[in-house]
């Protein structure tokens, strides 16, 4: 089992990644593009196994996630990332990341290229599936019946079974689904994607009061069986 996880990125889901390593006993080392002062105040809330430092550092861990908007990818560093798993918890959203021809086009899926970039790394796609806040609160011990499971895609086997394990632990079964390619069966709108851990929002909400019923569901607990059904139900294209 990994005793450190880095985090590059360490807003929403970096944030709740932390939360549910930290929970799990791993020790956390969180990174952003402003440097490690500006997370003192997460740092404070996770406690003494949490600490701030610079990607470069945070790339030093066991495993690595990276958790920064798809935009900055290429600010990946492929010297401080060579040779190590790096978990890609990263979605293309346009709105947010701006046009990706290699994705537009269906050549790569975002996974696909982000190893592209990181060639020398062993890059595991998963979070992406789930929201930030339904990840901590759907994290279960390992035999738990109300246990979920997350997608896990990967090209390096050795890499995708850490990544597993790491799940086990953090409180997530796993669903192999494939390589990296297989991935775009996870892209935003797939059957698979956030909707089924979130469940149903009621009708007729103010954009407030829909905030306040996103943080106060529990959430919908999404068994490994069903994920695979999911998955497999949506469409294999970029
Ligand atoms: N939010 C979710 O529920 C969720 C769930 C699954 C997957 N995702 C995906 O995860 C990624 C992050 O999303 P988010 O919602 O967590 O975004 P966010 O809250 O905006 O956090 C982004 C983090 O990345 C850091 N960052 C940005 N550019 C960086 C760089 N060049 N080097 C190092 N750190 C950098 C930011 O630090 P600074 O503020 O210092 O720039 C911040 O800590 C996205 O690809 C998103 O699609 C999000």
Redesign the pocket.
């Known amino acids: 089992m990994p005793q450190t996880l880095g985090l590059?990125?360490?807003?929403?889901?970096?944030?709740?990644i932390a939360r549910i390593a930290v929970a799990a006993g791993l020790d956390v080392v969180l990174?952003?593009?402003?440097?490690p002062g500006?997370l003192a105040d997460l740092v404070a809330e996770l406690g003494p196994h949490a600490r701030a430092a610079t990607?470069a550092e945070a790339a030093r861990a066991d495993l690595v996630v990276a958790?920064?908007?798809?935009k900055?990818y290429e600010?990946?560093s492929t010297a401080e990332l060579a040779g190590r798993t790096v978990i890609d918890?990263?979605?293309?959203?346009p709105q947010?990341?701006g046009d990706i021809a290699a994705i537009d086009s269906g050549e790569l899926t975002s996974s696909s290229l982000v190893q592209r970039h990181l060639a020398g790394s062993r890059v595991v796609k998963t979070?992406?599936?789930?929201?930030?806040?339904h990840?901590v609160t759907l994290a279960r011990p390992a035999g738990a019946a109300d246990r979920s499971a997350l997608p896990v895609a990967g090209d390096h086997a050795g890499a995708k079974a850490d990544v597993v394990a790491l799940l086990d632990v953090l409180g997530y079964d796993a669903v192999d689904i494939g390589g990296l390619a297989d991935s775009g069966r996870l892209r935003p709108g797939s059957p698979a994607y956030?909707q089924p851990y979130m469940g149903e929002r009621p009708e007729g909400l103010s954009p407030e009061e829909a905030q306040r019923w996103f943080f106060a569901s529990p959430g919908v607990p999404v068994p490994a069986a069903r994920v695979k059904e999911l998955v497999e139900s949506g469409s294999a294209a970029v």
Do not use: K, Q
């Not at 958790?67 to 798809?70: G, K, S």
């Open positions: 590059i990125g360490s807003g929403m889901i970096g944030g709740a990174s952003n593009s402003r440097g500006t990607p958790a920064v908007p798809l900055a600010t990946l918890a990263m979605v293309h959203h947010r990341d979070f992406a599936t789930i929201d930030f806040h990840l956030v």
